[in-house]
């Protein structure tokens, strides 16, 4: 009679009573097993088994091998059909026969992307893994690492020849959601295993993926997953070879995208692994878990958790890996076609690269899927060795390398589709400007924000959010700036927009401006700036940009190259369909403030026709007393500079003249440019000596000059010259002074009579009134004796700078010396003053 005990050899399938209609299988020809003793490889019972003899390393056939078997062996017969691996003739493993036999043909449903290979007849009975310390994972460990690099053209050959896509498209993403929130709730670790820790993360269970739509997917997929999850389980129970079994079950998803491979592999082992963790976390708490946690030895394995730690943390770090890995494949399929091609260098490299990566994933999903087998079928007695240790740790390593270069790879790709559509962006936006409109719409849209799912702008009224709607067929100005605009420059804006908005039916009232604050993308944003930020917005009365992420980099690149934006604000000036009609009409602004309306360059042009070098012309609106002076009929004197010994010599000799001529006179200390604590003191100074009148307000002297900038910015946007342009000659003159060290005056009596000269010149002027040309006055007049005698003072010999911002516009190359008329060298000079 033969033994019904099973030899050593033969895998004990999960919850099999020893000796309970087993098969035995004779290992010699001819000689039928009838011993009814144990042998030294039996089982003593359910997951104890004595140490077996120490098998070599290729314990198993290699992949492809032929398998050949002993015609006389002798198989007793069954009450149950023994589960037994088919071969193809190329080796590749089919699923098992017990696992064909169990889908009958009423419960068959379409093989969605599965390739059918027709059994091989001839069977391998595969033995029982073994190892030198303790039980083995049932999956063969024989075949862990045999790829080389030299031969990963033939496994990527191998991989490649299972890829037969026919075009069917399933939604990844929410099936890897739904495999990642498996693998977030069963995680492997001690305290969830030994109920002391709380799960926080139920609420993922109603999320969106779970809706109709996905479940709906998943009802097509249903089988195909249960497929591949039989294929895994049977395999590790049954022990077979990893590389074979990945390529059976590339074969079963031949038909699908590399991507969906995954997903639906990585499903069918959540399958299992949530399953598994299902009743490890739950046994404690339900009478149903714990029923089935006996039948699977969890309570004898669970009772040994900490010894068990680092086979769960192992698994848990390969379970990432393989995560990872997918998300990042996930996101090579989703990359728009219409930008990127897969002649680009990097796409066409992860193409070679996601098979593999795919293949070695699956090879992972057997390694954790075999721990898991081992512990079912074995119990606490399945402890990893160093080897498998060495496998799963080896996996993960691998896949970790692969996320990384595929993540640079598609980090690659995104960037070259970032190009791609900013240029597209660019272009797009140039086209539209070169457009006709109704109305000023899509212009704003695109410059502003051209979606409707947000307000995108505030009201500086009333601080509340508006849309775009509120600037449909106006006149709008765009101030562009970044953060750094200067407080002066928002309150004289300020001070001019409210003298508009104080006459809202005059024609020039009707405008909007727009703040579009432009940072630098590439910069990250912090709370500094956005305190910046938002003190900056809640001082402009006018209607801002909600937050300056809103404007595209595009925009951004637009903006600077079309209007030359820099570093100095500008003010883009848009007429009601969106046309420009000044690129900056900031000049005009600041020289004749709402006169200036419709800041058309025609008006521009036609303002500077008006215009002549005149006493008005440079503190009109800065200071009602020299307004008054003029009216009176004074002579008025301009003075600035730092030299607060010059500045005291200078006022002095100048009363004196003034007593002694005769003459009524004012005068004013104007500083400098960029006005800092030096003049502060110098204003102290000449106040408490009561030197001269001066402007207490420092936003009045930087307006002063600012002015001046503008006129002189203005003209050379009118493509003037020195050369040719009076004016602008003596704005020239003016900017020179202030350029240099020493101080500098300018008188003036009306509107038609000036004189100005630098500070020595000057000085020594007023000084030889009485011993030189006190004589020429009554006979010429004041005004000419005085500049007849500066003229004469002149020397050829002189140095002269003018320092212009070089982010303020266009500089024109060549400029010419407002003295001598030669053309100035040009010279780059960075500066930093904080006095």
Known sequence: MASNQPTGNVPLRAGQIPGANMPVMSTQPNVPLTSTQPTANMPLRMGRQQQPPQLGMQQGPAAGASVQHPQHMQIQPLQEPITAQPHTAAGHQQPPTDLMQHQ?????????????????????????????????????????????????????????????????????????????????????????????????????????????????????????????????????????????????????????????????????????????????????????????????????????????????????????????????????????????????????????????????????????????????????????????????????????????????????????????????????????????????????????????????????????????????????????????????????????????????????????????????????????????FQSLQSAMPWYTVYHPSLIDRAVIQFIKEEWQFGKKPILVVLDPHGKVVCPNALHMMWIWGSLAYPFSTAREEALWREETWRLELLVDGLDPVILNWMAEGRYICLYGGEDMDWIRKFTAATNAVAKTAGIPLGMVYVGKSNPKDRVRRNNDTIASENLSHIWQDLTSIWYFWVRLESMWYSKVQLGRNAETDHVMQEIMRMLTYDSSEGGWAVFARGSAEMASAKGAIFLTCMQEYNTVWKDQVEPKGFMPAMRDHLAQLHTPHHCNRLVLPGTAGKIPERIICSECGRVMEKFLMYRCCDE
């Not at 990384?404 to 140039?430: F, G, R, V």
């Not at 993308?521 to 956005?530: F, L």
């Open 104 to 532: 009958t043909p009423g419960h068959m449903q379409p093989q969605l992307g599965v390739t059918k290979a027709t059994p091989n007849p001839s069977l391998q009975l595969l033995p029982a893994a073994s190892r030198q310390h303790g039980l083995m994972t049932p999956m063969m460990k024989s075949d862990k690492f045999r790829f080389t690099t030299s031969d990963d053209n033939t496994l990527l050959k191998q991989v490649q020849g299972t890829h037969l896509p026919d075009g069917r498209v399933i939604e990844v993403k929410p099936l890897i959601h739904i495999v990642e929130g498996i693998f977030n709730l069963a995680d492997p670790s001690i305290g969830a295993i030994s109920g002391l820790e709380t799960r926080a993360s139920i609420e993922a269970l109603e999320d969106k993926t779970y809706q109709t739509d996905s479940l709906g997917m998943l009802e097509v997929l249903a089988y195909i997953i249960d497929r591949i999850s039989c294929e895994i389980t049977c395999k590790c129970s049954g022990g077979g070879d990893a590389h074979v079994t990945a390529l059976s079950i590339l074969n079963m998803v031949s038909s699908y995208s590399w991507d969906a491979k995954l997903a639906l592999a990585l499903s069918a082992f959540a399958v299992t692994y949530g399953e598994f963790w299902l009743v490890a976390q739950s046994y404690t708490t339900n009478q149903l878990a714990k029923a089935v946690a006996i039948l699977k030895q969890l309570p004898e394995i669970l009772e040994h958790t900490h010894v068990l730690k680092p086979q769960f943390d192992a698994i848990k770090n390969l379970v990432t890996a393989m995560v990872e890995v997918s998300k990042c494949i996930v996101q090579f399929n989703e990359l728009p076609s219409q930008y990127i091609t897969a002649e680009n260098d990097a796409l066409y490299s992860a193409s070679a690269h996601i098979p593999v990566a795919v293949y070695w994933t699956i090879r992972s999903i057997l390694a954790c899927a075999s721990q898991l087998t081992g512990l079912t079928l074995f119990g606490r007695e399945h402890m990893v060795s160093t080897t498998e240790a060495w496998e799963l740790s080896s996996l993960a390593h691998k896949l970790r390398n692969m996320h990384t270069h595929l993540s640079s790879l598609l980090e690659n790709c995104h960037k070259y589709i970032h190009d791609k559509k900013y240029l597209e962006a660019l272009h797009n936006l140039k086209t539209l400007f070169e457009m006709s409109h109704i109305d000023n719409m899509r212009i704003l849209r695109a410059l502003i924000y051209p979606k409707d799912d947000l307000l995108p702008l505030v009201d500086g009224a009333t601080k509340t959010r508006v849309n775009l709607e509120v600037l449909r067929r106006k006149m709008v100005l765009l101030l562009i700036s970044d953060l750094d605009i200067s407080q002066e420059e928002v309150i004289i804006l300020e001070q001019l927009y409210s003298e508009a908005r104080q006459h809202q039916t005059r024609h020039e009232s009707q405008y909007e401006v727009v703040w579009l604050p432009i940072v630098d993308p590439n910069m990250p944003w912090t709370d500094n700036k956005q305190k910046q």
